[in-house]
């Protein structure tokens, strides 16, 4: 059974940082790409950022040079630095590990308070 549990999530004011983490497990998690996406109530669910099974990592335009997505596959568990936090990225945060098809955590809250 594949779960993913994310972490991390809470309130900070505009300006200030949060990590969040997800831990997968029930997957061959080295060998499938790995990303974060985020929604608010009314909203499509977007990405935030992608991190294939090379490493190669794309990000949203609006976070790029703000958010750092990272992972490690000894730890089976994928990352996401949030710096520079601005109201506009209160959202629900979802991990997702695409593999055969796509898996979902059930996400944490992020509230940026300005």
């Known amino acids: 059974q594949v779960q993913l549990v994310e972490s991390g999530g809470g309130l900070v004011q505009a300006g200030g940082s949060l990590r969040l983490s997800c831990a997968t497990s029930?997957?061959?998690?080295?060998?499938?790409?790995a990303g974060w996406y985020r929604q608010v109530p009314g909203k499509q669910r977007e990405l935030v950022a992608r991190v294939n099974s090379s490493g190669n990592k794309n990000y949203a335009d609006s976070v790029t040079g703000r958010f750092t997505i990272s992972r490690d596959n000894l730890k089976n568990t994928v990352y996401l630095q949030m710096d520079s936090l601005k109201p506009e990225d209160t959202a629900v945060y979802y991990c997702n590990i695409r593999g055969w098809r796509d898996y979902w955590g059930k996400g944490t809250l992020v509230t940026v308070s300005s």
């Open positions: 029930g997957i061959s998690f080295k060998d499938n790409a």
